[in-house]
């Protein structure tokens, strides 16, 4: 008996994704997000998700926040640095109480995965005792070392129903490789009970036994075969930013939270719901502007 291919289509992939989950959205900042598939989520209708993002979570998070899919964010920060120090619809959420904002650092985000990805209740942490963080989340709770009898916070554990990630390339069988900083991804595919992963290309499995400390996860659910499936984010070794076209979203999404919607339901009928796969979504972005993103 063979070995088990896994490669998926975005919209079989995205299919997996269920009203009311809890899902991991790998990425850092402005790079390495899955945005296809986010696309599609946001094309399924899918709501009430629960939202766990990067530590260091860029608009991605934000997009979906405007889009009505999310109802709880759990992430230290989401924004695009210059062109967005703070999301839009984030702020403008997290300030109208329409959705929940599950408050920590980098380090306690982390922390809660690792919980998870171990198995455990609960993860023991020094980083953050004595500041307010446990007042504004209940869920920390202060517990005494039987140790050595110091005061640490008890971060509880956050599982994921699925982890949506986005990678440099994979093989048919599952086994994911990296170009550049993969953050917190890992905690969140050891977090998750199934694991997603679009990929810019699909390699043979002998490419992958090339360099296999590259390999950063294994047996994953689904390999998604999407070129440009970060865009408008860069993908680290294949392509930059797209700030032009991030300003756009940034436009739209201020605009929306200032009272006029309709900037934002243009960009998402155009960039969401009228194209009918990722490729007719490259095809709006256009080759010359998707070429012009190799000049760094």
Not at 182 to 194: C, N, P, S, V
Not at 202 to 226: C, F, G, H, Q, W
Not at 267 to 276: C, G, N
Not at 284 to 295: E, F, N, P
């Amino acid at each position: 008996m063979g070995r088990k291919e896994v490669i998926m289509s975005v919209e079989d992939a995205a299919s997996m994704i269920k009203d009311g989950m809890t899902i991991g959205i790998g990425g850092l900042l402005t790079s390495n997000h899955p945005m296809a598939i986010i696309r599609q989520i946001i094309k399924n209708g899918v709501r009430n998700l629960t939202v766990v993002g990067s530590p260091a979570a860029g608009l991605e998070i934000d997009f979906m926040i405007g889009a009505g899919i999310a109802k709880k964010v759990a992430t230290a920060y989401i924004g695009g640095e210059t062109l967005a120090p703070i999301g839009p619809f984030f702020r403008k959420a997290v300030v109208d109480g329409t959705i929940q904002m599950w408050e920590c650092d980098e380090a306690i985000l982390c922390a809660a995965l690792r919980a998870a990805a171990e198995g455990l209740p609960f993860y023991p942490w020094l980083g953050g005792v004595g500041t307010c963080l446990p007042e504004i989340n209940p869920d920390l709770k202060y517990f005494e070392d039987p140790i050595k009898g110091q005061k640490l916070l008890a971060v509880p554990a956050i599982g994921l129903d699925v982890a949506v990630l986005h990678a440099s390339w994979g093989d048919p069988y599952g086994n994911v490789q990296y170009i550049g900083n993969t953050y917190a991804d890992i905690l969140m595919t050891r977090a998750a009970k199934k694991c997603i992963f679009q990929v810019e290309k699909v390699v043979s499995n002998e490419e992958i036994k090339r360099n296999p400390y590259l390999t950063k996860a294994n047996a994953v659910d689904a390999l998604v075969p999407a070129p440009y499936g970060s865009h408008p984010f860069a993908s680290d070794g294949f392509y930059a930013l797209d700030k032009e076209h991030l300003k756009e979203y940034v436009a739209a999404a201020k605009a929306s939270i200032k009272g006029n919607p309709e900037l934002f339901e243009q960009y998402l009928k155009k960039y969401v719901f009228d194209p009918e796969s990722h490729e007719d979504y490259l095809e709006i972005i256009g080759i010359k502007r998707l070429l012009s993103l190799y000049q760094y």
